[in-house]
């Protein structure tokens, strides 16, 4: 079992910069492919970013060039850097831990454990 507890998401202006943490508990943190996920109001929970145990990452392309993820396996916390923020990256953010052997690094339906999320909003 994981636990998953995200935090830092606020209500900022566009332009800002937010950074989100993701504190895991439970198994074992540093072998698990991590991934950040955002819901927002609605539409279908979409990938943001993923970040596999030797540090690779993968993007989605409304993150590539803003978004940063990166983990700290010392604290079983993940990050996802948010620069230059715009109204429509207003959403949830969760994490998750990959769960399925082989599967993909993109798909909700990989991903076994997942945080209560942490609500960002940008205003315009």
Same mark, same amino acid.
């Given at each position: %079992?994981?636990? /998953?507890?995200?935090? $830092? @998401?606020e209500?900022?202006?566009? $332009?800002?910069?937010?950074? /989100?943490? !993701?504190?895991?508990? @439970?198994?074992? &943190? $540093?072998?698990?492919?991590?991934?950040? &996920?955002r %819901?927002?109001?609605?539409?279908?929970?979409? &990938?943001?970013a993923? =970040?596999?145990w030797?540090?690779s990452?993968?993007y989605?392309?409304?993150?590539? $060039?803003?978004?940063? =993820?990166?983990?700290?396996?010392?604290?079983?916390? =993940?990050?996802?850097? /948010?620069?230059?923020?715009?109204?429509?990256?207003?959403?949830?953010?969760? !994490?998750?831990?990959?769960?399925?052997?082989?599967g993909?690094?993109?798909?909700?339906?990989? &991903?076994?454990?997942w945080g209560?999320?942490? /609500?960002?909003?940008v205003?315009?």
């Open positions: %079992q994981v636990r /998953l507890v995200e935090s $830092g @998401g209500l900022v202006q566009a $332009g800002d910069s937010l950074r /989100l943490s !993701c504190a895991a508990s @439970g198994r074992t &943190f $540093g072998r698990n492919v991590m991934g950040w &996920f %819901q927002a109001p609605g539409k279908e929970r979409e &990938f943001v993923t =970040i596999a030797g540090g990452t993968y989605a392309d409304v993150a590539k $060039g803003r978004f940063t =993820i990166s983990r700290d396996n010392a604290k079983n916390t =993940i990050y996802l850097q /948010l620069n230059t923020l715009k109204p429509d990256d207003t959403a949830v953010y969760s !994490c998750a831990a990959h769960g399925v052997p082989g993909s690094y993109y798909d909700t339906d990989s &991903f076994q454990y209560q999320g942490t /609500l960002v909003t205003s315009s």
